[in-house]
């Protein structure tokens, strides 16, 4: 009983450990569900080969969280496995190892149940924010959730050519928000930059244009006018 009460413990501290982990990655500026998948790779080191992992070896901060993770998984799940071992192996009859795994799987109902509770997960969260924050974990913000360039959308930069619609126009006249597309910048060729033009602000062939909507309506107007400068998304 006593080795079924230690694993159990290590099942609920690599939780909570992961869900630190998630905690962290996510205050770095990482979208949530991103976040938590790569910490869970990396503690039970599987399915760290995803386009989402090169968010996280590119950043100092994140590859250190995935590092330390990866470490703490290996010896977790060492102690685990071996604890698991030590229980059977000391199990005289049949009835002792079914026995064992209704405590194990009565064990993981709880934790699972325990889980799904949002207030315990919500005041956990809470409380592993604030730590890390008293750590010197600094929130960071995650353009890309707020941008929406996950969902089909992308900030994209066009230079304007003569016979582009926008050219020699106010955005009152050309109407980009008609093709769900937001003017963000106008850079003019002799460097100023306007940010958030407003209706009255008028692009001229030759300028650079800062857009952000969805990739088929920014593309349809790039190759309208001349092909994007720099996409992002």
Known sequence: MG??????????LSLLIVRI???ALMMTGLPWDTASFQAYSAYFGVGFTTREAELVVGHPLRRRIVRDLILIG??????ALATLVVNFVNANTTTDVLTTFGYLAAGAIVLFVLSKIGVLTRALDAVIRYSLKRAGMVHA????????????????EIEVLED???ANKTLRESRPSDANIIVLGIEKPDGSFTGTPGPENT???GDVVTVYGQH???SDLATSTAKPTSPDG
């Open 141 to 156: 913000l995650d353009y890309e959730l707020l941008l929406r360039v996950r969902a089909g959308y992308a900030v994209s």
């Open 74 to 79: 290996n010896i977790g799940l060492t102690t």
């Open 3 to 12: 080795t079924i009460i230690a694993l159990l413990a290590i099942a609920s």
């Open 203 to 205: 692009i001229t062939p």
């Open 164 to 166: 582009s619609p926008l």
């Open 216 to 218: 088929d309506a920014i």
């Open 21 to 23: 982990g998630s905690t």
